[in-house]
């Protein structure tokens, strides 16, 4: 099964070409970048995955394609960032002294609104939701989740995002910190690939 | 035919996806984070390209294993960093006021180092080549090269590496402000996956 991405996110493409196999391959949807990008204007990573697995399937014929939408749940900021994850920063009009990468600037923002959050109420989840469509009908919806805990301070250099301030406590390490294969095994958009690929294998239930 | 990536950056990664085509799909090779990583002791890209194409291919019987060295050949700096790209600021001990990513490292300490060299002068090309390795034994080789400009002032935020500082003149932009599809056109990695595909899909002169 060839699957056509509808992201050209680096740290996506990456957690992509780590969880995918020879059985099941991916490409960049062709022309991706001379397409319109659909507005995420859905409040749900469901209904955005959904929009842009619509959209983008629509652009070419009988092909497979894969949506993401994700983000950071946070327990005491009932749920937010949320769909708004990326744009959390600009969201609250976030300024800096100078101008930073938008993950970094995002990262900050987090930090200054759990400022006066005690270690024991900072319990998180990053939730990511897969979408594949074809010909603009949705085919399968996966979810896959991680529970963590917002640092105080951000740990390691791998992923992107929020991976340097989210601690999966079991192993003591960031997503920042753990090795591709520990990252493969905890993350969200790997579980909801696994989830996606174990729905379109398993046997129709009217079958 | 499916290629097995010996490589976890994120930015050659999105390249690699780009570039390749539903007849010509890649994974990760399999316990990439676990193997040791080869040291780049060779001098040219080609001799850390087949380094690293047979150490990995070696892990893994029958696979095919594409390895990629690259980086920045600066004429005023005769033809410095070259294989030494990824640690130029390393190499020459170059301090920040505050820890930075090593990308934003490297390309500080090259426009230090091109301080006084004049706009005339500041010639460069990004070169990459591929090795293509099946048990130990490389297969193909291929080069792609760009031809650009070092920048005094970084320009644009997509890409990695020295692209912010590296203008294509024709186009008037620089690697980390082109769109994805142009990027393909231009790039460097795209140019050598090109003349890879390319060298393995003609038939053999003695055929």
Same mark, same amino acid.
């Given at each position: 099964?060839?699957?056509?991405?509808?992201?050209?996110?680096?740290?996506?493409?990456?957690?992509?070409?780590?969880? /995918?196999?020879?059985?099941?391959?991916?490409?960049?949807?062709?022309? !991706?970048?001379? /397409?319109?990008?659909?507005?995420?204007?859905?409040?749900?990573?469901?209904?955005?995955?959904?929009?842009?697995?619509?959209?983008?399937?629509?652009?070419?014929?009988?092909?497979?394609? @894969?949506?993401?939408?994700?983000? @950071?749940? &946070?327990?005491?900021?009932?749920?937010?960032?949320?769909?708004?994850?990326?744009?959390?920063?600009?969201?609250?009009?976030?300024?800096?002294? #100078?101008?930073?990468?938008?993950?970094? #600037?995002?990262?900050?923002?987090?930090?200054?609104?759990? %400022?006066?959050?005690?270690?024991? #109420?900072?319990?998180?989840?990053?939730?990511?939701?897969?979408?594949?469509?074809?010909?603009?009908? &949705?085919?399968?919806?996966?979810?896959?989740?991680?529970?963590?805990?917002?640092?105080?301070?951000?740990?390691?250099?791998?992923?992107?995002?929020?991976?340097?301030?989210?601690?999966?406590?079991?192993?003591? @390490?960031?997503?920042?910190? !753990?090795?591709?294969?520990?990252?493969?095994?905890?993350?969200? #958009?790997?579980?909801?690939?696994? %989830? /996606?690929?174990?729905?379109?294998?398993?046997?129709?239930?009217?079958?």
């Amino acid at each position: 099964m060839h699957l056509y991405l509808a992201t050209t996110n680096a740290g996506k493409l990456r957690d992509f070409a780590y969880a /995918l196999t020879p059985d099941c391959t991916f490409t960049l949807l062709p022309g !991706l970048d001379t /397409l319109p990008v659909p507005e995420e204007t859905a409040d749900t990573f469901e209904g955005n995955a959904r929009l842009k697995a619509i959209a983008y399937s629509l652009t070419q014929p009988d092909l497979l394609v @894969l949506a993401d939408d994700s983000g @950071l749940e &946070v327990d005491a900021l009932q749920g937010a960032p949320g769909v708004r994850s990326a744009r959390f920063a600009d969201d609250h009009d976030y300024q800096t002294s #100078r101008p930073l990468p938008t993950d970094r #600037r995002n990262n900050l923002c987090l930090l200054d609104a759990l %400022a006066s959050t005690p270690e024991s #109420r900072r319990g998180a989840r990053y939730r990511c939701t897969l979408a594949l469509a074809r010909n603009g009908e &949705v085919l399968v919806i996966a979810d896959g989740l991680v529970e963590g805990e917002i640092l105080a301070v951000p740990r390691g250099s791998a992923g992107f995002g929020y991976d340097p301030l989210f601690l999966l406590p079991d192993e003591g @390490l960031t997503m920042a910190e !753990l090795a591709p294969a520990a990252r493969n095994q905890h993350s969200h #958009r790997a579980r909801a690939l696994a %989830a /996606l690929l174990d729905k379109i294998n398993k046997p129709h239930p009217a079958e």
